[in-house]
């Protein structure tokens, strides 16, 4: 099984901040790597998949690099409703796996 | 634009079965899509438990696959979860999304506590 590191384990921004936040796996995945976001009491929402494509309806600010063990999504300005955890995703090894997450607090 | 309902008892009983429905509406199960499973202990990260497909194709999360069935119900639009002898740590929100490797719509998840 392949494991996802994440970090950091939070990331406390001001609004407008750009962040960027990583995920290294325990091999490589290719280019295999997904983002969702995820805020309290919500589902996971898919941001990136094939490590740098967004999915469907997401905003120009987020943005997905990297390939093989090490990966980034980077929010290019911060908006309020950026703030929520961020978990990362490997689908080239079965059972897919994700990251612990990261949480991007408000400063 | 496809919808996912989940429903089940949100208690089981320790050494029981869990057992969950995930409702499809907006679109048919039978499409190209795969089915999944997926679950949150509450304050903690996702996990994978299992997939499907209409054909009855599954995989399986190996750390539970002794204790998982998945199974799809073409007639209604839906597919199902059992996961048997239950512990507390069991005890998660429970998801059902559609995709294989990525899961691009969710349900709204369920709670289901394992506990006497």
């Known amino acids: 099984e392949i494991v996802l590191t994440q970090s950091p384990a939070t990331l406390s921004l001001s609004p407008g901040e750009r962040a960027t936040l990583s995920c290294r796996a325990s091999q490589s995945v290719s280019s295999y790597l997904a983002w969702y976001q995820q805020k309290p009491g919500q589902t996971p929402r898919l941001l990136i998949y094939d490590a740098s494509n967004r999915a469907t309806g997401i905003p120009a600010r987020f943005s997905g690099s990297g390939s093989g063990t090490d990966f980034a999504l980077t929010i290019s300005s911060l908006e309020p409703e950026d703030f929520a955890v961020y978990y990362c995703q490997q689908r080239y090894n079965w059972p897919p796996t994700f990251g612990q997450g990261t949480k991007v607090e408000i400063k | 634009q496809e919808q996912l309902q989940e429903s089940g008892p949100g208690l089981v009983t320790p050494s029981g079965t869990l057992s969950l429905t995930c409702a499809v509406s907006g679109g048919s199960i039978s499409s190209s899509h795969w089915w999944t499973w997926v679950r949150q202990p509450p304050g903690k990260g996702l996990e994978w438990i299992g997939e499907?497909?209409?054909?009855?194709?599954?995989n399986y999360n190996p750390s539970l696959e002794s204790r998982l069935t998945i199974s799809v119900d073409k007639s209604k639009n839906q597919f199902s979860l059992k996961l048997r002898s239950v512990t507390a740590a069991d005890t998660a929100v429970y998801y059902c999304?559609?995709?294989?490797?990525?899961?691009?719509?969710w349900g709204q998840g369920t709670l289901v506590t394992v506990s006497s």
């Open positions: 999304a559609r995709g294989r490797g990525w899961f691009d719509f």
């Open positions: 499907i497909y209409h054909s009855g194709s599954t």
